[in-house]
T-cell receptor, first 110, second 113 residues
């Protein structure tokens, strides 16, 4: 699986947009970008995924660059409850596992 | 409510004493898996199951067993636990192998002394 690189930590003011970057320069054409988050030591929670096009759901937006070598997860209006570790994962669809790296620890402050 | 339920949430045991961590999902998912999470190592897959009676090893299967006799249940068995199995364990399920959206349990914190 392609590896991802994320900053270890980021801060964001409550109510502002949180933009979490991810580099995946070795991504293959059939590999998807997934984002999960883990609040404290709870089970990881799925956020969003995409292949080429930008995606949006009720939780977040995913912006993937045209060359697909990087992506950004956007939480449009961060709240204190969004404080968590965010994992960017690339994987081939129909494979067995999610490979979690060390993620980005997002701290949302008042 | 769609959920994956693990039990127990916390467990302290002694070396060599067999234990089972249960996992149950109510979404009729075919695919289930177990992960362990350790500081600095992230989550690593232990075992997975693509359907009833179909299981396979993940990245760190040594010292663990699983079974899938029913679709909803996927217990993790430690026949002879050792201190290096002290970890935070998560069970996950998804509708199929595509794993588009995996649902994780609340976690089981296991300490082996």
């Amino acid at each position: 699986d392609a590896k991802t690189t994320q900053p270890p930590s980021m801060d964001c003011a409550e109510g502002r947009a949180a933009n979490l970057p991810c580099n995946h320069s070795t991504i293959s054409g059939n590999e998807y970008v997934y984002w999960y988050r883990q609040i404290h030591s709870q089970g990881p929670q799925y956020i969003i995924h995409g292949l080429k096009n930008n995606e949006t759901n009720e939780m977040a937006s995913l912006i993937i660059t045209e060359d697909r070598k990087s992506s950004t997860l956007i939480l449009p209006h961060a709240t204190l409850r969004d404080t968590a570790v965010y994992y960017c994962i690339v994987r081939v669809r129909n494979t067995d596992k999610l490979i979690f790296g060390t993620g980005t620890r997002l701290q949302v402050f008042p | 409510e769609a959920q994956v339920t693990q039990n127990p949430r916390y467990l302290i045991t002694v070396t060599g004493k067999k234990l089972t961590v249960t996992c149950s999902q109510n979404m009729n998912h075919e695919y289930m898996s177990w992960y362990r999470q350790d500081p600095g190592l992230g989550l690593r897959q232990i075992y997975y199951s693509m359907n009833v009676e179909v299981t396979d090893k993940g990245d760190v299967p040594e010292g663990y067993k699983v079974s899938r006799k029913e679709k909803r249940n996927f217990p993790l068995i430690l026949e002879s636990p050792s201190p290096n199995q002290t970890s935070l364990y998560f069970c996950a399920s998804s509708a199929d192998r595509a794993n588009t959206e995996a649902f994780f349990g609340q976690g089981t914190r296991l300490t082996v002394v």
